[in-house]
């Protein structure tokens, strides 16, 4: 028999998980200018953007790590 692979395991929980709270960090950390509105908001979503590929590599290397030490 087959085994039914789901596509919510634990590599995708910590993904989705670190990736807001990266994204939520990289949003708050942005700094612009006052006189620029518009660099303001293409600066935070590409900072939030980065943030949320970057908690999402994060999360796949902390999954990594307890695959390894509690292995089923």
């Not at 989705?16 to 006052?34: M, T």
Request: proline share 4%; with cysteine; hydrophobic share 55%.
């Amino acid at each position: 028999m087959r085994k039914k692979v789901s596509i919510i395991n634990l590599s995708t929980i910590c993904m989705f998980i670190c990736a807001i709270l990266i994204s939520k960090v990289f949003y708050k950390v942005f700094e612009y200018s006052p006189d620029d509105p518009i660099s303001a908001i293409n600066g935070r979503i590409i900072f939030t953007i980065t943030g949320a590929i970057t908690g999402a590599i994060v999360g796949l290397i902390l999954a990594f790590i307890i695959h390894i030490f509690f292995k089923p």
